[in-house]
């Protein structure tokens, strides 16, 4: 499976941003997303997770209301839909698959990443 993440940039505090990580040589309808970011200096810490039919969703306590996962199985495309943006926020953003489809909030449930895409708030 091969990830492509993409839509991360530049963004002012209480702004939003949609992230999106597209998949490839996989069942992607088959396969649990998640989201996670690394700060410089810091752990990648777990972001959001959807299983594989969106039925099920988890989020880590800081987004929780402000970012919202969803996912497009006809275009093989995740999503992170992020808002209410501050300088916190500010990571690379990972995309991860879970070819078991669960979608746990643990790295090592994850063995497809992508590349990242930076995702900076400014205050």
């Known amino acids: 499976v091969q990830l492509q993440a993409s839509g991360g940039g530049l963004v002012q505090a209480g702004g939003s941003l949609r992230l999106s990580c597209l998949a490839s040589?996989?069942?992607?309808?088959?396969?649990?997303m998640g989201w996670f970011r690394q700060a410089p200096g810091k752990e990648r810490d777990f972001v959001a997770s959807?299983?594989?039919?969106?039925?099920?969703?988890r989020y880590a306590d800081s987004v929780k209301g402000r970012f919202t996962i969803s996912r497009d199985n006809a275009k093989n495309t995740a999503y992170l839909q992020m808002s209410s943006l501050n300088p916190e926020d500010s990571a690379v953003y990972y995309c991860?698959?879970?070819?078991w489809g669960v979608g746990r909030p643990d790295l090592l449930s994850y063995p497809y990443w992508g590349q990242g895409t930076q995702v900076t708030v400014s205050s």
């Open positions: 040589g996989g069942t992607f309808s088959n396969t649990a």
């Open positions: 959807i299983s594989w039919s969106g039925g099920s969703t």
């Open positions: 991860a698959a879970d070819p």
